[in-house]
């Protein structure tokens, strides 16, 4: 069993949708990065949080410390929000473990 | 903005060749990371670096070996390439830990024949 979970592995949504991505960890973290990755390879940093819930335009990130989960929110969701999505728990300062990511194709 | 850059997008190389990936970053930052991504695995971390000349092995370091010779810079070489080396290769960097945000470069597509 991974560190780091996903679900779901794979997501398809129309246009518009109100997009859920998990992520649970079996271990002790300091934080939680929010990754996304474009077709291509390119990775992009979008969230790191150690408590509560971050907002980043139409990007929503919470996470629940006592639970060990983690959501990413994409409201009013968009075709060019196809991506894959990757959590990445920190472990003290030194270990980042990765999800292993979740696809996202938004359909017009 | 902070930018990382790969040396190569695409590379295909013969087993048992040297190969060697470089990894530039523009932004002073002290860490530097070596990951590689394969489909169903995730990304998993072969090397970082916190300062020049300093190296840590990651959780897949085997087969793997890096250079840091100046701050900027990080190379990852393959000392004799295989088949199983066959991967997306990603660069990061960041200021502080490695609990900071990484900034990652476009990647290194690497096929081993």
């Known amino acids: 069993k991974n560190e780091v979970e996903q679900s779901p592995q794979n997501l398809t949504a129309q246009e518009g949708e109100f997009i859920t991505i998990n992520c649970s960890y079996s271990?002790?973290?300091?934080?939680l990065h929010w990754l996304q990755q474009h077709p291509g390879g390119g990775i992009v940093s979008l969230f790191m949080?150690?408590?509560g819930k971050k907002k980043h335009g139409r990007l929503i990130a919470t996470i629940n410390i006592q639970e060990k989960h983690s959501s990413l929110h994409i409201t009013a969701s968009h075709p060019r929000d196809s991506a894959v999505y990757i959590c990445?728990?920190?472990?003290?300062?030194?270990?980042?473990?990765f999800g292993q990511g979740t696809r996202l194709t938004i359909n017009p | 903005d902070v930018k990382v850059t790969q040396s190569s997008r695409y590379l295909v190389k013969r087993t048992g060749e040297k190969v060697f990936l470089e990894c530039v970053q523009d932004?002073?930052?002290?860490?530097m990371f070596w990951y590689r991504q394969d489909p169903g695995l995730g990304l998993r971390l072969i090397y970082f670096?916190?300062?020049?000349?300093?190296?840590e092995k990651g959780d897949i370091p085997e087969g793997y070996s890096v250079s840091r010779e100046k701050k900027e810079r990080f190379s990852l070489i393959l000392e004799s390439a295989s088949t199983n080396q066959t991967s997306m290769y990603l660069c990061?960097?960041?200021?502080?830990?490695?609990?900071?945000?990484?900034?990652f470069g476009p990647g290194t597509r690497l096929t081993v024949l």
């Open positions: 990445a728990a920190i472990q003290g300062a030194q270990k980042l473990v």
């Open positions: 670096s916190y300062d020049v000349k300093m190296k």
């Open positions: 932004m002073d930052h002290e860490n």
């Open positions: 271990v002790g973290i300091s934080a």
């Open positions: 990061a960097s960041s200021p502080t830990g490695r609990g900071d945000t990484q900034y």
């Open positions: 949080l150690s408590s």
